[in-house]
């Protein structure tokens, strides 16, 4: 909907590394992007399949090509 730092998206993967999950989003026109969560025993966790929303500040937001 135009707003800066968000987008939604479906949840395509994700892992466990160490004391974060890695997802991988891909949004609806395709692109991928990857969310590192902290606490992967946290109970409001969303799983592979899911549809999301995802937002950021974007002044903390990094492209890393």
């Known amino acids: 909907d135009g707003r ?3 987008v939604a998206g479906k949840i ?5 590394v160490g004391y ?7 949004a609806g026109n395709g692109t991928s992007f990857y969310v590192k969560f902290p606490d992967p025993k946290s109970k409001t966790r969303a799983r592979e399949g ?5 937002g950021w500040d974007p002044s903390n937001a990094r492209l890393i090509p």
């Open 50 to 54: 899911d549809d999301v929303w995802v």
């Open 12 to 16: 395509t993967e994700l892992l466990y």
């Open 4 to 6: 800066a730092g968000s």
């Open 20 to 26: 974060y999950i890695k997802y991988t989003i891909t």
